[in-house]
């Protein structure tokens, strides 16, 4: 089964090229609160060249206290559909909610929970860290998901 997503105007469409949904993660961090419009952002983690984008995007850069960012939006919609960051080279961020199957998705780790919003309740034994994980203890999360 092909994994295909894409923005809410129609103009920007992908193909994930894996076989499953990739594992994702909600970052309560107070730029993806802001960035989302929301209470936190949905993320997938996937190496640079697995993400074939058809449509025209549009930038958005941003450096300060945290790593570089990279965002790259529909030129029409502006739905933000991933971002690459100098923490994370050789990869990007997805947003996850963009996919079409987003219904299947079931976070694997929350990060940034010292920001979460306090209605939030988040479900028992996921793992989470107040801030960013070490990278290797992120890779762990990821790797110890449920099938
Ligand atoms: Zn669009
Ligand atoms: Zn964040």
């Given at each position: 089964m092909k994994i295909t997503g894409g923005c809410h105007c129609g103009a920007v469409s992908y193909v994930v090229a894996t076989d499953n949904l990739p594992p994702s993660y909600a970052c309560h961090c107070l730029d993806c609160q802001t960035t989302s419009g929301s209470a936190f952002g949905l993320h997938a983690l996937l190496p640079e060249d697995a993400l074939q984008i058809t449509g025209e995007l549009s930038d958005y850069r941003y450096e300060g206290a945290h790593p570089a960012s990279h965002h790259r939006l529909c030129a029409h919609c502006h739905t933000r559909i991933y971002n690459t960051t100098s923490a994370a080279p050789g990869m990007l961020v997805l947003r996850?909610?963009?996919?079409?199957?987003?219904?299947?998705i079931k976070p694997i780790a929350h990060i940034w929970?010292?920001?979460?919003?306090?209605w939030l309740q988040l479900a028992e034994g996921t793992p989470s860290w107040p801030e960013s994980p070490t990278p290797e203890a992120f890779a762990q999360a990821l790797q110890a998901r449920p099938v």
């Open positions: 996850a909610g963009t996919l079409h199957n987003s219904a299947a929970v010292k920001r979460r919003q306090p």
